[in-house]
């Protein structure tokens, strides 16, 4: 079960999900789909006594300054849903 505050609300849901689930769905939490270790896209570590600003950055330039000493990074795609309209989702 998720026990970070910043998970809470998935248990909530979860445990709502399952309480008013069909019968002939079975609604199991948290479960491993992958035996591989948890991983990042990213790591961004601030380089100890640098300033915090985007320098000669040639990406991204107005993320650096905002970022902190670590920072972990997700892409998420802007590509469109894979679904068409009109197919079940």
Known sequence: MATTSR???HLGF???VRAR???NISVHLDVPLTIEPQ???MLLLRKE???REGGDAR???GLWPLLGTDTLLE???PAQS???RGEPG
Request: glycine residues 4%; without cysteine.
């Open 82 to 84: 894979a679904f068409r």
């Open 75 to 77: 892409y998420k795609s």
């Open 21 to 23: 689930a069909p019968a």
């Open 7 to 9: 998970n809470l609300w």
């Open 14 to 16: 979860a445990n709502l």
């Open 39 to 41: 991983r990042a896209d």
């Open 49 to 51: 006594g640098s300033p």
């Open 59 to 61: 990406v991204l330039r």
